[in-house]
């Protein structure tokens, strides 16, 4: 079945960078990669998602690329900001079925 | 976005007893909800795919006889974690599938934190 690993398990950044989130999947099959932000005890809340058809999506400071022949997906936050801080999390899918989730980011953007 | 509902909240139980979280679309159908299991600091486990009016699929080492799932309706389906014990506490979430515009998407329930006494 499908595996999905991400990294870093933890990333510290200053108000104003940029944070990069790469995940990478097995299952060559996967054609859906949504990304999710978490708020502690919060439901997981989609912020962006990419399809196998697109290499590159962005929505504001939100940007996701897709390298298919890697098998691997990024998450680029630019202008980062307090609010940003949270757990994200990459997933995958075939056909819009289950999600397979990697294990999570935690972002702790400093003010 | 689409609304999904999950009730209860929270919950806290002795153990041997059993437990019901039940999973709403608010604003659309949904012929597939999907239960996920969040340990602390963790990420979210898929229980099963839950499809209306059949049996639910379940993932590898997730006991049906223990999770029961009932998807009756369209904007329903319920999750019973029978005889809990300790080791069964967890945020439960839910999340529907919305196939019905163009783009296909998965939204999440609120959670359900299950304490096991």
């Known amino acids: 079945g499908e595996n999905v690993e991400q990294h870093p398990s933890t990333l510290s950044v200053q108000e104003g960078d940029s944070a990069v989130i790469k995940c990478t999947y097995s299952?060559?099959?996967?054609?859906?990669f949504p990304w999710y932000k978490q708020e502690l005890g919060k439901r997981p809340q989609l912020i962006i998602d990419?399809?196998?058809?697109?290499g590159e999506k962005k929505d504001q400071r939100i940007a996701v690329t897709l390298n298919k022949t890697a098998k691997h997906f990024s998450l680029h936050i630019t202008e980062t900001q307090p609010e940003d801080s949270a757990v994200y999390f990459c997933?995958?899918?075939?056909?819009?079925?289950?999600?397979?989730f990697g294990t999570g980011t935690r972002l702790l953007v400093s003010p | 976005g689409a609304v999904v509902s999950q009730h209860p909240s929270r919950v806290i139980c002795k153990s041997g007893t059993s437990v019901k979280i039940e999973c709403r679309s608010l604003?659309?159908?949904?012929?597939?909800m999907f239960w996920y299991r969040q340990f602390p600091k963790q990420s979210l486990m898929l229980m099963a795919t839950s499809n209306e009016g059949s049996k639910a699929t379940y993932e590898q080492g997730v006991e049906k006889d223990k999770f029961l799932i009932n998807h009756a309706s369209l904007t329903l389906s319920t999750l019973t974690v029978t005889s809990a014990h300790p080791e069964d506490s967890s945020f439960y979430i839910c999340s529907a599938r919305d196939s019905s515009g163009v783009a296909d998407t998965q939204y999440f329930g609120p959670g359900t934190r299950l304490t096991v006494l």
């Open positions: 604003d659309f159908q949904a012929t597939t």
């Open positions: 997933a995958a899918s075939i056909s819009f079925q289950k999600l397979v």
């Open positions: 990419i399809r196998s058809n697109v």
């Open positions: 299952d060559s099959a996967s054609n859906y």
